[in-house]
């Protein structure tokens, strides 16, 4: 069974940079296509980016391209997301999925993604 523990959100102010981190458990971490998701309050989750099981095929949202990078790091069993100038709209918490069941498509739904962190917190002040 894997479990997936996100970290490094934070408060950070307009304009500024956080790496989010994903560490997931288990020894097949290396077999799934891996997500990051974000929810701001009142509003639904949102796709950020996704990244295959190899990383070497990406995929971001139109919101988050130029701005976002995810990445992996296989034999460490961890996957990131790296913002960079931050908006106060992208204030939310940020959670770290898995697609565990297919590996020919990155998915951009919620729906295909089995495992799920707790989440993270980001908040941008303006």
């Known amino acids: 069974q894997v479990q997936l523990v996100e970290s490094g959100g934070g408060l950070v102010q307009a304009g500024g940079s956080l790496r989010l981190s994903c560490a997931a458990s288990?020894?097949?971490?290396?077999?799934?296509?891996m997500g990051w998701f974000r929810q701001a309050p009142g509003k639904e989750r949102e796709f950020v980016a996704a990244?295959?099981?190899?990383?070497?095929?990406?995929n971001f949202a139109d919101s988050f391209k130029g701005r976002f990078t995810i990445s992996r790091d296989n034999a460490k069993n961890m996957v990131y997301l790296q913002m960079s100038s931050l908006k106060a709209e992208d204030t939310a918490a940020y959670y770290c999925?898995?697609?565990?069941?297919?590996?020919?498509?990155?998915?951009?739904?919620?729906?295909?993604?089995?495992?799920w962190g707790q989440g993270t917190q980001v908040t941008v002040s303006s």
């Open positions: 990244i295959s099981s190899s990383g070497g095929n990406k």
């Open positions: 999925a898995a697609d565990r069941r297919h590996r020919a498509v990155i998915f951009t739904v919620a729906s295909f993604y089995d495992v």
């Open positions: 288990g020894r097949t971490f290396s077999s799934y296509n």
